[in-house]
């Protein structure tokens, strides 16, 4: 695999409409743009990307790479702290992955770098520069999910050795916030808008409704974006039960709901007809009833039932809840579906920063919200970009 990172020679392109509440969604046909919130909407409001569904499973943003430009689709993650993109294995010739050698602004260094993978592996390399023009276009492994070629970071951190100032969030929202906040609103493939908006320098105050209830980042937390949760709540033989919560990664990357395989086979031993399919995958009837509530500074968020029972290519269905957890559980896409989230950097006097996830009652838009204007706004920023060639891999962090 080979791994990439943005560079200060990186430029981005943006195209931005207008919509309801001051809030700017950045483009009428989805682009993703992650350093435009740096400079504010007209009128002081934030802005806004649009996250394509790719089947309830991940949620997709384009960006075209190098030159001349090759389109990579990439999925959004909150706890990876930089960019991979997954280059082709050695001998196939497939353009929906980024191919170094065909670019002429593709600028390696000497510089090496090692990271850390959101599987759990690590990847080495070395630092280089590479243009990245994010915009829309309408050899997957366990790193990326299906059709995507690229992990597009929003992690707190930084990779080790990367240049200064390299963590996209963990360095630009304070810097340019006092009390900085990003709402994210994830929807169903099936809802009447489908795909998910992720809003910088603000919340969308019509995609929720009532307060936040907020949980501060601990301070010597691992993996950005990481809050406690006090227990998870579901139904077995007609009771609720409960087991007990843990620091768990906030992520619209994840999947499911990943907790220690002990407490995942406590549940499932519950739960009539479920049976395991491997040490941290379990399978129960199509027709269970398995609600599940999550509860987060002492306020329970339920999950639909639609989300907690994933239906296999087969027909046998798994429970989105999984063992396999080590030191942080993980809570993804299923639960961001069911809440409306804020995660945020509050820069205290002394300089300080903390950071904090936050969840309210979803409102589901009964249309797309995205309106059409006239010509585009085009906004340029500066990325920097780091690129690691191990042999299929390409890894970024945005500056």
Partial sequence: MFLSSLSPYASLLALVASVHASIMIESIDGSFVPLSFVARADGGGGLAVRLKNNNDMSYLA??????????????????????SVASPPQGVNDK???????????????????????SGGTVQGHFAGEIFVLTDPAVTNDLYPLDARAILGYGISAPPDSPPGTSLIGSFL????TKAVCGIELN??????????LTMGAVDPSAFTGDFTNVNVPQNSTTSWSIPFDQ???LANGLMQNVSGSVASIDIYHSGIQLTSDLARQIYSQIQGSQAVSDTVWSLPCT?????TLTFGGKAFAINEPDTIVKQTDGTCHGVVTGGAQAISQIGAPFLRNVYTQFGADKASDGSVTFSVGFAAKNVRKSSPIASAGAPKIIRRHLAVLLMLPVASVVATVL
């Fill in 62 to 83: 384009t960006v075209l790479m190098g030159t001349p430009p090759q389109q990579i689709q990439m999925a959004a993650s909150l706890s990876q702290d930089h960019i």
């Fill in 96 to 118: 929906t992955f980024y191919n170094p050698s065909a670019s002429s602004s593709y600028l390696p260094s000497n510089t090496t770098a090692s990271l850390n993978t959101i």
């Fill in 288 to 292: 269970s009833k398995f609600p599940i």
């Fill in 188 to 197: 169903h493939l099936q809802d009447p808008f489908p795909d998910g908006i």
């Fill in 232 to 234: 998870l709540s579901y």
């Fill in 174 to 177: 304070p810097a340019n916030f």
